[in-house]
């Protein structure tokens, strides 16, 4: 494969082109500090990257402003400290603040020149919105889990994304997909049959921060640091 052989990307959004690690630590820290808990940015995003993921699971209808209160009254109940609403609350409202990745709108700009861009986020309509004016991108399509009625991995996303790319008219085959979580989307991505970029945002840390250790062995297709990494390649492959 190479970069010619594709007419639309699809991407995830948070952990590839928005900061959610630091959005969640920033309210978190905040938090933590209240209470008198003394634990890292990157433990606090370890233990909360669990309650999360559960909450998609068992919660699938609900927005995602009501994942993240549920997600931070569990990361409470975990550690034994108290989680007011207005501290719930706090996090549930806090994505519009989540910042962009500084290379995120530039990388997405240039590759809008060559591809049809498709968002598939576990988000919700009007949080995405805030986001996408950090991005300052136009989408062809956006996915999020409002629409769809259930949270990444699971695979109605990416049967939803299927049905999306065929409404545009992307060839079998043609479809590629960009995210940071191997978790939330390079496993479900490779079981429905597509090929991946993995944007690897936390290659200089160890462990696996606010997203979950992936559930099955992974191998994207192409790996890159950053988007603007990404980027470049498909400038350099297609000049």
């Known amino acids: 494969m190479n970069f010619n052989d594709f007419d639309a990307l699809s991407f995830d959004c948070y952990g590839t082109l928005i900061d959610w690690e630091a959005g969640i630590a920033t309210v978190l820290r905040a938090w933590a500090g209240t209470h008198g808990l003394r634990m890292s940015d990157e433990h606090l995003l370890t233990a909360y990257s669990a309650h999360e993921a559960q909450a998609e699971a068992d919660h ?40 962009a990745f500084p290379d995120s709108a530039e990388a997405l700009e240039r590759l809008s020149r060559r591809y049809r861009l498709i968002i598939l986020s576990n988000v919700d309509r009007a949080s995405f ?61 490779k079981a429905a049959g597509l090929p991946t970029v993995w944007i690897n945002r936390r290659h200089d840390n160890a462990g ?4 979950p250790e992936p559930s099955a062995g992974v191998t994207p297709d192409w790996t890159f640091t950053s988007m603007r990494a990404f980027a470049d390649a498909v400038d350099a492959g297609n000049a």
């Open 60 to 99: 699938p209808g609900d927005l995602y402003p009501r994942i993240l209160a549920r997600a931070m009254r569990g990361l409470g109940a975990q550690l034994g400290v108290p989680v007011s609403d207005g501290e719930a609350e706090s996090l549930a409202v806090s994505v519009p603040d989540w910042p």
């Open 129 to 189: 919105a805030g986001s996408n004016k950090r991005l300052g991108t136009t989408f062809t399509s956006i996915l999020t889990a409002e629409d769809v009625g259930s949270y990444k991995p699971d695979p109605r996303n990416f049967e939803a994304l299927a049905r999306e790319a065929e409404r545009l008219g992307v060839a079998e085959g043609r479809l590629l997909h960009v995210a940071q979580s191997l978790f939330h989307d390079h496993v479900p991505a």
């Open 208 to 211: 696996w921060g606010a997203t």
